[in-house]
C-alpha cells in the first residue's frame, strides 16, 4: 500500500514542499509524521474506546493534517471510523509520504 498513488495527492504535497525553504524540510517532515502518529493514535484509540468527545478532537486534528498534505485516502478514513482501516491507512500515509520526500530529493538540500 505505501507505493499507491492514491495514497497522497502528489501535486499538494509537491506545492508544500516546493514551498518550503529546503533547510526546513527535513523538520516538516519529521512533524508531519509525528501528527500523524499521535493524531492517528489517538483517533484509533477513541474510537476503540468510543470516546465520542475524543474521537471529534482527534478527527478535528487529523483532518486538518491529512488535508494540508492531500492524504485523501485518509480523510476518507477518517469518515468511515474503522480503527483497523485508520491505523493501516495512517502507517500506509507516513511511508507514502517519507517515499514521496525521498523521490523527490528534499532531503538532499
Same mark, same amino acid.
Given at each position: %500500500?505505501?507505493?499507491?498513488? /492514491?495514497?497522497? &495527492?502528489?501535486?499538494?504535497?509537491?506545492? @508544500?514542499?516546493? *514551498?518550503?525553504?529546503?533547510?526546513?524540510? @527535513?523538520?516538516?517532515?519529521? %512533524? $508531519?509524521?509525528? &501528527?500523524?502518529?499521535?493524531?492517528?493514535?489517538? !483517533? @484509533?484509540?477513541?474510537?476503540? $474506546?468510543?470516546?465520542?468527545? %475524543?474521537?471529534?478532537?482527534?478527527? *478535528? #486534528?487529523?483532518?486538518? @493534517?491529512? #488535508? +494540508?498534505? +492531500?492524504? &485523501? /485516502? $485518509? !480523510?476518507?478514513?477518517?469518515?468511515?471510523?474503522?480503527?483497523? =482501516?485508520?491505523?493501516?491507512?495512517?502507517?500506509?500515509?507516513?511511508?507514502?509520504? =517519507? /517515499? !514521496?520526500?525521498?523521490?523527490? +530529493?528534499? #532531503?538532499?538540500?
Amino acid at each position: %500500500m505505501p507505493e499507491d498513488p /492514491a495514497i497522497i &495527492d502528489t501535486e499538494i504535497f509537491e506545492e @508544500v514542499f516546493d *514551498h518550503i525553504a529546503p533547510a526546513r524540510r @527535513v523538520a516538516l517532515l519529521a %512533524m $508531519l509524521v509525528r &501528527d500523524l502518529e499521535g493524531l492517528g493514535g489517538a !483517533l @484509533v484509540s477513541a474510537l476503540e $474506546l468510543d470516546d465520542q468527545p %475524543m474521537i471529534a478532537t482527534s478527527a *478535528h #486534528g487529523l483532518k486538518g @493534517v491529512a #488535508g +494540508g498534505f +492531500g492524504a &485523501d /485516502a $485518509l !480523510l476518507d478514513a477518517i469518515a468511515r471510523r474503522s480503527p483497523t =482501516q485508520l491505523r493501516a491507512i495512517v502507517d500506509a500515509t507516513i511511508a507514502r509520504a =517519507q /517515499a !514521496l520526500f525521498e523521490a523527490r +530529493g528534499y #532531503g538532499d538540500q
